[in-house]
């Protein structure tokens, strides 16, 4: 292990913000990491998975300390299902094609997310009518302060919207070192239908869709809708698409008669953000080298080595704009480092 200095993010950030690690590690098992978190010449440290869910707005004055712990391995099988376990290196979309050529189904409409593993119970990744809790068993956590680990069921994780326990109470206080989920091996319950889902197999001209051609269709629409973190710097949706209530709602309807929406309880609805932003004129918007994509206008991009504090900044516009005019506070989804 070698511990390096001065080091540039960029590469590890989906962002690709070009700022520095004071000093920076990899690690590529849990002895590694703990003895590094046990290293006293270093007091700041600062744990990096696969960078696609942070906003580097200044340099990180720490040692950086990458998990680069990789390992897929089937714990048990049934009749019907199998008990996988992965570790938190692991880049997410890498499982879930590893999982498709198993042909073990739950996580196809997964597809294409980017980052890691270990991020993906933090904010219970989900797209296209499918979240992470749906497949979730557990995970297995580092206590950076007493170097303990621990095991959280699907119930300790309290899993909700792109929300979990390490984004509330637990906060910065766990490292996820693995998850285990239970996935389909026949019998796959396919989820499709989220309307682009089905327009998507029907360009396809596909009738029965296995699991791999719903990942195909998840895939398509992605690539048609979201920018690629290899070409375009982004994090995916900036904001959560929020809730009001439903006497909000029907003011907003008033004025807004298009606005879009979805019923989650008697009393609250959601409202794509993406709407909201580009109602206000947003999208596509481009400020010189960052600006708001033009296919999806959750989605923040860098164009070219923008600043991360400029990218906040428009954030922070979008948000006072999003209040001013729907009395809406959108909350941010990714990180502000
Ligand atoms: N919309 C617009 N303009 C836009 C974008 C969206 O008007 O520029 C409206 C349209 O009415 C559209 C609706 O929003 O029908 C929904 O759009 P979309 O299907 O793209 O989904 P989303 O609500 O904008 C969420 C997730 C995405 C996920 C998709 C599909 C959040 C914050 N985002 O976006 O997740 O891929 O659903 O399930 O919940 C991510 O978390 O990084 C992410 C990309």
Redesign the pocket.
Known sequence: MDILSNISLKQYNTFGIDVKAKHFVSVKNIEELISVLKLEDYPEKFILGGGS?MLHTKNVEALVIHLDIKNIEIISETENSVTIKATAGENWHDFVLWCLEHDFGGIENLSL??GNVGAAPI?N?????VELKDVFVACEALHIKSLSIKTFTKEDCNFD??NSVFKQDLKGEYIIINITLKLTTKDHQLKTS???ITEELNKMNIKNPTIQDVSKAVIA??ES??PNPKVIGN???F???PIVSKSHFDTLKINFPKI?SYSVSENKIKI????L???LGF?GKRFGNYGV?E?????LVNYDDAKGEDIFKLSQLIQSTVKRIFDINLEV?VNII
């Not at 296919?295 to 989605?299: G, H, I, S, W």
């Open positions: 869910n997310i980017p904010q990744i989900g797209a296209y009518g919207y792109r989220y309307g682009a629409i992605r809708k979201l994090s995916g949706s904001f959560k698409n879009p794509p953000a993406g709407w932003i580009e109602h999208k994509h296919n999806q206008a959750l989605v989804e």
